[in-house]
């Protein structure tokens, strides 16, 4: 028997990365690649990219350094680039990395058997045209990775917005929204498979059918999911602080399958440089509707980004940034030092602020965070989550869940709990974890 080829797949970048890998899986197990997690013992490598800041593209032309002394020991390797870096540089990845046999953008998926079947013969290609309809969404099975707990399902793709920063637009092109009907079928299926999570993805899913007429918007769309029986527990991210509508505030108040925790990104607390960001909301607007779900959800957890040292940005300006942060109360906080990226509007502004500022100032901020998370975390002992199971622990030897405000607990208990809600004690909270005791199965 002919042995089987094997895929070696990393992920860069956001849940759509993660998302789009999940489909590449499957597609490479249609043309006979099984899975590899060892780069040195694989006949494909592809590297699903993410261009957002600069370090995250320096890191794939790290990686391709690596890979290329492996195909210089193994000539029949195929390497192939997807995602948001191959989106970006096209053609100039090929020319830059002879040894690179595919590359494939964003909204070319579709396309990749084909172009993997034309690289064992020898054949060069590269697919980087955006499609701009909704045959996007159409192009694949929604068949899940066997026994997952949790899985993501799209309801929209790109993004309009157009902060000054944001490389998204340019390389996942212009928002779209997925028809509802799909997505419920799509959920009812996952379920049905034994899925007992979804999180709904999109870069901005409060827009989520606002640009399409008749279809339901996004806290409509929300209480669609809800109804499914099998499914017992809904995330959704990312929102967009300017778009998060009363009516999607309501929802948490109103769907008890509904997780309470919500990412919000706020970029800054200075209402300057969030104009200069074009962000759409001022600090007040941003802490009203803070407020707001605070009081719709009693201790619902928000998690937020943060760029630190955008142009512009001064030493008050960042203090106010401080003082959000704080008034917030987040329970985790993805902060980065701003990278200017190439076709965006922020690359042509003036810049002064040395980086040592910036690093001094990201420092701060996170040393402030890793406090509040490690405080938030030993304030939850004693308390009773609820958590779902979704496996075995990293160590293997435990249990590993996350509550509802999306915190990983491990628990001891049997394996086949897995896919289970149960109300679990915490007894230990650690800077990233808590561990907790199962109360009742
Ligand atoms: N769609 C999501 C964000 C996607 S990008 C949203 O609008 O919230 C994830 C995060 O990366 C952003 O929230 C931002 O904090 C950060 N980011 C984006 N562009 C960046 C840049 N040029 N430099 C530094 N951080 C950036
Ligand atoms: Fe980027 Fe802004 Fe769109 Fe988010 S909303 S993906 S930060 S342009
Ligand atoms: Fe990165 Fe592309 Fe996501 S740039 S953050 S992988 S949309």
């Given at each position: 028997?002919?042995?089987?080829?094997?895929?070696?797949?990393?992920?860069?970048?956001?849940?759509?990365?993660?998302?789009?890998?999940?489909?590449?899986?499957?597609?490479?197990?249609?043309?006979?690649?099984?899975?590899?997690?060892?780069?040195?013992?694989?006949?494909?490598?592809?590297?699903?990219?993410?261009?957002?800041?600069?370090?995250?593209?320096?890191?794939?032309?790290?990686?391709?350094?690596?890979?290329?002394?492996?195909?210089?020991?193994?000539?029949?390797?195929?390497?192939?680039?997807?995602?948001?870096?191959?989106?970006?540089?096209?053609?100039?990845?090929?020319?830059?990395?002879?040894?690179?046999?595919?590359?494939?953008?964003?909204?070319?998926?579709?396309?990749?058997?084909?172009?993997?079947?034309?690289?064992?013969?020898?054949?060069?290609?590269?697919?980087?045209?955006?499609?701009?309809?909704?045959?996007?969404?159409?192009?694949?099975?929604?068949?899940?990775?066997?026994?997952?707990?949790?899985?993501?399902?799209t309801v929209m793709q790109g993004c309009d917005n157009f902060c000054a920063y944001c490389i998204v637009p340019h390389v996942r092109g212009r928002e779209i929204s997925r028809s509802a009907a799909k997505i419920v079928d799509e959920v009812a299926k996952l379920t049905e498979a034994g899925v007992s999570e979804v999180t709904l993805l999109g870069q901005n899913v409060n827009s989520y059918g606002l640009k399409t007429p008749g279809e339901p918007d996004f806290a409509d769309l929300l209480k669609m999911v809800a109804e499914l029986e099998g499914l017992q527990r809904l995330r959704f991210t990312t929102s967009h602080p300017k778009d998060i509508s009363e009516r999607l505030i309501a929802c948490f108040a109103e769907i008890p399958k509904l997780a309470p925790h919500i990412h919000l990104p706020a970029q800054s607390g200075s209402d300057q440089v969030l104009k200069r960001m074009n962000r759409g909301y001022t600090r007040t607007e941003y802490l009203a509707k803070v407020a707001a779900l605070k009081e719709a959800c009693p201790g619902i957890q928000i998690t937020g980004d943060i760029i630190v040292g955008f142009p512009g940005e001064d030493e008050a300006a960042f203090e106010e940034t401080m003082t959000l942060v704080e008034e917030v109360g987040y329970a985790d906080l993805f902060s980065f030092i701003y990278s200017a990226r190439p076709g965006t509007k922020a690359a042509d502004f003036a810049d002064d602020t040395p980086r040592a500022?910036?690093?001094?100032?990201?420092?701060?901020?996170?040393?402030?965070?890793?406090?509040?998370?490690?405080?938030?975390?030993?304030?939850?002992?004693?308390?009773?989550?609820?958590?779902?199971?979704?496996?075995?622990?990293?160590?293997?030897?435990?249990?590993?869940?996350?509550?509802?405000?999306?915190?990983?607990?491990?628990?001891?208990?049997?394996?086949?709990?897995?896919?289970r809600l149960l109300d679990v004690k915490i007894v230990e909270g650690l800077q990233t974890l808590l561990m907790g005791e199962i109360v009742q199965v």
């Open positions: 028997m002919e042995q089987e080829k094997k895929l070696y797949l990393e992920t860069f970048g956001c849940q759509m990365n993660v998302s789009d890998s999940e489909k590449i899986v499957g597609l490479m197990r249609g043309i006979g690649y099984g899975e590899t997690s060892d780069p040195a013992h694989a006949d494909l490598i592809l590297l699903n990219t993410c261009s957002i800041r600069a370090t995250a593209e320096q890191r794939v032309y790290g990686h391709l350094g690596k890979f290329k002394s492996i195909k210089k020991k193994k000539p029949r390797l195929i390497i192939g680039v997807g995602g948001c870096v191959a989106q970006q540089e096209g053609e100039r990845l090929l020319e830059k990395a002879p040894f690179v046999n595919l590359v494939f953008g964003t909204h070319n998926l579709h396309l990749l058997q084909g172009m993997v079947t034309a690289a064992e013969s020898g054949k060069r290609s590269i697919e980087t045209d955006f499609l701009d309809d909704e045959k996007r969404f159409d192009l694949f099975p929604a068949a899940g990775k066997d026994g997952s707990v949790t899985r993501f399902v500022d910036k690093q001094r100032r990201l420092e701060r901020l996170q040393a402030a965070q890793k406090r509040r998370t490690l405080a938030q975390n030993q304030a939850l002992v004693g308390s009773v989550q609820q958590v779902l199971v979704e496996g075995l622990s990293s160590t293997g030897d435990a249990l590993f869940g996350r509550t509802g405000g999306n915190r990983g607990t491990v628990l001891s208990g049997d394996p086949s709990l897995a896919g």
